[in-house]
């Protein structure tokens, strides 16, 4: 069984950065993609970003220009570099990665807050 270990969420202040990471816990093969995805208290999951296995990105609307998805296959791990937070950022982040089957990671709260 594949598990996903999401890292780096934390408290930062308005304009701040946070870089998230994502490892999993052994080779996944194939990977279609991998993603980042998050949840705000009362709201619906919704995409942040996406990377397929050729590198192609896909970002939300509402952190384009602001965040970017990068991935290390030799060390099975994605990553989210976070620019220019804002206190609507403020969410549960969960890791996907898409094989065979899709996996979740537990998440990790970022919290955008003076």
């Known amino acids: 069984q594949v598990q996903l270990a999401e890292s780096g969420g934390d408290l930062v202040q308005p304009g701040g950065s946070l870089r998230l990471s994502c490892a999993a816990s052994?080779?996944?093969?194939?990977?279609?993609?991998m993603g980042w995805y998050r949840q705000a208290p009362g709201k619906k999951r919704e995409l942040v970003a996406t990377?397929?296995?050729?590198?192609?990105?896909n970002y939300g609307d509402s952190v384009k220009g602001r965040f970017t998805i990068s991935r290390d296959d030799a060390k099975n791990t994605v990553y989210l570099q976070m620019n220019s937070l804002k206190p609507e950022d403020t969410a549960v982040y969960y890791c996907?990665?898409?094989?065979?089957?899709?996996?979740w990671g537990q998440g990790t709260q970022v919290t955008v807050s003076s």
């Open positions: 996907n990665v898409q094989g065979y089957v899709s996996y």
């Open positions: 052994r080779s996944i093969f194939p990977i279609y993609g």
């Open positions: 990377i397929t296995s050729t590198g192609s990105t």
